[in-house]
Each structure stands twice: as C-alpha cells, then as structure tokens.
C-alpha cells in the first residue's frame, strides 16, 4: 500500500480499482520496513513480490506445504533481524486464491505460528501507515 498526496497524505489501497479523487497509485516493491522521505510526501509501506500468493500459486504451481515454510522462514529471518530495528512482513494475498479451502489451511497454520511470538503486530497496510502517520512522522 502506498500513501501519496500533494498538501498531505492519504491511504490508496493497492489491491487494484481506481485511486480516490486527488490520490495516485504507486506500486513499489519495498524492503521489509516502512519508508516515508523526509522531502517527499510519498509514504510507502512494504509489499510483497516473492510472498505473493498469485506468483507462488499459480505462476510457480507452489505447494501449499511450500508456502507454509516459505512464510515461517520469512518470519523466522524478519523475527530475528527485529532484535535490532522493527521489521514489516507483507503477505500479498487474493482471496480468490488463498481462499480456496486447499490453500487457506496452509495460511491458517502459518499465521498460528506467526502469532504464537511473542511482541508480533497482526495488522494491516493501512493500521501501520496510521500508526506511524499519527505516533512518529514529524508534522
């Protein structure tokens, strides 16, 4: 999800339809933590390309036991590096995919399993970008 809008900013979903009036889309693959440019008003939360449920499924015909340990792996890598600094872990879901019943348990565990951690944020694009927007971004 990106966040764009001359005089301030404003949430733009990027999970496709049409920009608000005054908004613009942009659609960056970011790394896995928040970038918002001192200069610009172009606040930018992370997406994934690689944990893109449409590009494991159907371009890469992965399993649902692959996306599973390609989900914790991600975790288990973002968990660690967040000793350090706070890290942002994006799933890039469709529902019309990960919704079918024989992918959505392989979801289900691999949530449970990011959720059994302790100090990890359930959240969405448009929470983190408000968070930061209302908690750290100097006015």
């Known amino acids: ?22 908004t613009h889309r942009l659609r960056l693959a970011n790394p896995d933590y928040p970038q918002f440019p001192q200069r610009a008003r ?8 690689e944990l893109n449920d449409i590009n494991l499924f159907l371009s890469n015909g992965m399993s649902g036991d692959d996306f599973y340990r390609m989900v914790v792996d991600q ?27 024989f992918r959505a348990r392989h979801l289900s565990r691999a949530l449970q399993y990011i959720a059994s ?3 990890v944020w359930l959240t969405t694009s448009d929470e983190i970008a408000e968070n930061y927007l209302t908690t750290t971004r100097p006015a």
């Open 117 to 119: 951690h302790e100090g």
């Open 42 to 49: 172009n606040d930018s939360v992370p997406y994934s390309v």
């Open 75 to 101: 975790f288990d890598q973002l968990y660690d590096d967040s000793a350090q600094s706070g890290r942002v872990m994006a799933l890039a879901l469709h529902p019309f995919i990960i919704g079918q019943p």
């Open 1 to 22: 999800m990106t966040l764009f809008r001359e005089g301030g900013p404003s949430v733009v979903k990027s999970c496709g339809g049409r920009s608000a009036p005054g």
